[in-house]
């Protein structure tokens, strides 16, 4: 009986799995970066290369607006001939280790032929006084 029961665990509980829980062909866990280190970063994995990672202001500096504009933005390479979509996600903290800024890319290259270069950017608000105050940034990139 107890074999039994953990046979049919075995077959059902992965088809109970959420949708995020299946098996992904790249995850490079979240990484520490420093600040000054984002425009140097370069990650590889799952046939991708990530670099030229860029957090900038995006509009104007508007005197008493409490927010600003500001894109997070990334190039990939597809270097290998499957279909590749990329996610790749940013989190600032500052030295209490609070969230100061999130960003989210997205990278969705279908081209069967390798070497296909994508760029993507996200615009967000933040305060610039909480984007001065980041401390640390953690990165992901994950590739189902």
Known sequence: MRKTLIAIAAITLPALQPAGAAAQEFDS?????????????????????????????????????????????????????????????????????????????????AATQPNRTAMDTHRFPVRPADLEATDAFFIRVMIP
């Open 29 to 109: 866990g979240w990484r520490r970066i420093a600040p000054a280190a984002l425009g140097d970063l370069e990650l590889n994995g799952g046939g991708v290369r990530l670099n030229n990672f860029v957090l900038a202001r995006a509009d104007q500096a508007r005197e008493g607006q409490p927010v600003a504009l500001y894109s997070f933005s990334a190039t990939a390479v597809k270097q290998t001939e499957a279909r590749r979509s990329v996610r790749v996600e940013l989190v600032g903290v500052n030295a209490e280790r609070e969230p100061t800024v999130t960003a989210a890319l997205v990278f969705n290259m």
